[in-house]
């Protein structure tokens, strides 16, 4: 399974879904201010210093006891070098000089110090275990909130989608990797700086020389790590592409058709081109990195061997001990060594806080409040549904998608909308749904604007089947009723409403009933047929038994007839005195209506009842006889 959010109707994720539970904990999110965002900002240039602070922040809320040990590690780690090469040059000097007793303590002493460093290693490595689970956690909630907390259109904005992309991908792995790294960087610092300080005492020069062999390795490591940076992020869209063609590749839902069209390989073929495109400009990236940090290692290299020629020619002359000498030789060791990792720890971070700068990005983008595009109009007194002269343009789109559509639902009717594909059906519900604002004229409920209606308010008054429903594979009980565990809905209201979308035998037949997971997913799911499931989300909008406006986009597409008659005729009684606007190909269902709309790239082209419209001898006419000579 992929770990993407689902690119399909990520709005009746978040409506159906993620708003009653974030709703349940106390958090209120705004799917329903729906202004695009602006195009998604490039990451803020932030400091090292300000996401270090602000990463070392979110820890410490995650688990201050892991931060805890990470610092006392690498304190531990730091200094333990430092007193194991004061000891070795007491050990050396004590053999020289014969004294059995300095001799035998240095020795205890180094054992308990190099103990120590181990201590340290192992408290390290759980402590960042544990971070990376508890702080992963944390910052994927807040991605996953945000998420549900932007409008629905940012949805449909790739700039967007890649930020969330590359949010997601930062969230688990990147800040602990900061904090692991800028920890393993004082450590090393510690014992660099301790080494320059023992072997201050022969040379200040040579403790300058140690501290400066740093320097060429810094700057040529972090200019590598900012243009490594530059190339992964301008490649996010390749990266999502990759992601996406092998989702297709080894989705359930896809691998039917990858079959049976034998796309397979012409994917695989896809892959492989992003892949070697990707790999190229890569490993151009890594030779040059390879032969400059070279270069930069060379000069450092240069520089510890003159420190240390410096103090052999001294030893010679009889100026220093055989356990300075030793000391010299124990840094050199500890602070190459430390040198290497502090400059593994400096590239890293360095890499990691820009990084950072995308999840941080993300999490700071501005929720737009609620402001309506257009400045909501004076309520009136009246009830029901109207539209008045609405136009719509998708975000990005050059053509509009609605245009001067008037239309007026009065409390308890119901209205259906025909139309060939593109002509603006579903368009019309989800302006009514709030996902969108139109462009053009108002929409009004009960007298209100729609814009001036509080989302909530508005959301309790809907019920909504989606045309790309949602197939949730988690059991029954969550497909129709996925709410949170504080509201839960009684086993009676969910039988209810599945007996009013037909969907009763199905549960039947089920041998867990309404604990019966669905979906190939998960060990133990049941797969539904096409209908079945397009049951299930009927009764999902059903169970919504105080919404008093329903929209059905094709509720029943995929259900048979027999059924079909079955639920119409239910959901005529059923809803009762409420309103409700249905999307359907189908003339024997679309006959029942109050009134028909019948859409026309955008506009209405023909509006008045069953009878009317026959009567009328226009479009509706020759498709409904259409449709009946085909069942003669
Ligand atoms: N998210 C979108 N972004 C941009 N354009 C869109 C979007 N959704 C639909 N459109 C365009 O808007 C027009 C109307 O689409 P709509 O989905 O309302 O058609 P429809 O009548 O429901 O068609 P169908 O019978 O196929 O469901 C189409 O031309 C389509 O290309
Ligand atoms: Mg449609």
Known sequence: MSPTLPRTAPGIVAVEVLCPILAARGVRPRVLDFEVLAPVPEPPTSSLRSRLSRTIALAWRASPFALASMVLAALLAGAAPTGMAWYARRVLDGVARGERQVVLVGIVAEAVLLFLTYVAGGLNQFATARLRLTLGFLLQRAILEKAIAVPYACFEDAGFYDALTRARREAVGRPVALLAGFFAMVQAFAVLAGSAALLFRFSPLCALAILLAALPSFFTETRFATAIFRLQNRRATEAREQA???????????????????????????????????????????????????????????????????????????????????????????????????????????????????????????VPPKRPLLPAARARDERG????????????????????????????????????????????????????????????????????????????????????????????????????????V???????????????????????????????????????????WQKLALARAFLREQADLLLFDEPTAAIDPAAEAALFARVRSET??????????RFSTVRLADEILVMDGGRVAERGDHDALLGAEGRYAALFRLQAAGYR
């Open 244 to 366: 996406y063609l092998e989702q297709v590749l080894t989705r359930d839902d896809h691998a039917k058709e990858v079959r049976l069209f034998g796309t397979g390989p012409t994917f695989l073929e896809r892959a492989r081109r992003v892949f070697s495109l990707v790999f190229e400009e890569d490993q151009a990236l890594a030779r040059r990195r390879l032969l400059v940090g070279l270069g930069a290692d060379l000069v450092a290299l240069a520089l510890f061997y003159a420190v240390y020629v410096s103090v052999a020619v001294r030893a010679l002359a009889g100026a220093l001990t055989v356990g300075d000498l030793g000391l010299a030789l124990v840094t050199f060791k500890q602070g190459d060594g430390a040198l290497k990792q502090a400059l593994g720890g400096l590239r890293g971070l360095y890499m990691d806080q820009q990084y950072l700068g995308n999840l941080y990005g993300f999490l700071d983008l501005p």
């Open 385 to 488: 549904l109207r539209f008045e002269n609405v136009g719509f343009t998708y975000p990005g789109a050059k053509r509009p998608a609605l245009l001067g559509v008037d239309l007026f639902l009065a409390p308890g009717k119901k209205l259906a909308l025909v139309g060939e594909n593109g002509s603006g059906k579903s368009t019309i519900l989800k302006l009514v749904a709030g996902l969108y604002e139109p462009t053009e004229g108002r929409i009004f409920l009960d007298g209100r604007d729609l814009a001036a209606w509080d989302p909530e308010a508005l959301r309790a008054r809907l019920a909504v089947v989606f045309q790309d429903f949602v197939r949730y594979q988690l059991p029954v009980r969550d497909n129709v009723a996925p709410r949170a565990a504080e509201d839960a």
């Open 490 to 532: 009684p086993d009676e209201g969910i039988r209810r409403a599945l007996a009013r979308s037909e969907a009763g035998p199905i549960v039947k037949k089920l041998a867990q009933g309404l604990d019966q997971r669905l979906g190939k997913w998960f060990p133990g799911g049941v797969e539904l047929s096409g209908g079945e």
């Open 576 to 585: 009762e005195g409420r309103m409700a606007i249905l999307v359907s190909h």
